[in-house]
Nanobody, 117 residues
């Protein structure tokens, strides 16, 4: 079992930046993938970015060039640096950790990001 705690959300103006953090604890040795999803009320949760244990990354088309996912293995923490934020980036952002990307893993409690126009 992996426990995840997100932080760093908040209110920012369009064009601004935020960095989200996700600290992992528990059975982290088995985790191969960590990622960020986001969800707008009434819509399905969607992938924002993911990173594997080798440092390979994938991004949703909507955030490519603006967001960067990274991980600090010594701190068991994954980050999401978000630049050039847009109002449509407003959502609750969730961190996930998985052994196998195609199997359900652990989720954090979510952190709200609000981008004002």
């Amino acid at each position: 079992q992996v426990q995840l705690v997100e932080s760093g959300g908040g209110l920012v103006q369009a064009g601004g930046s935020l960095t989200l953090s996700c600290a992992a604890s528990g059975s982290i040795a088995s985790v191969n993938y960590m990622g960020w999803y986001r969800q707008v009320s009434g819509k399905q949760r969607g992938l924002v970015a993911r990173i594997d244990s080798a440092g390979n990354t994938n991004y949703a088309d909507s955030v490519k060039g603006r967001f960067t996912i990274s991980r600090d293995n010594a701190k068991n923490t994954v980050y999401l640096q978000m630049n050039s934020l847009k109002p449509e980036d407003t959502a609750v952002y969730y961190c996930t950790a998985r052994v196998n990307w195609f199997r359900e893993g652990s989720w954090g409690q979510g952190t709200q990001v609000t981008v004002s126009s």
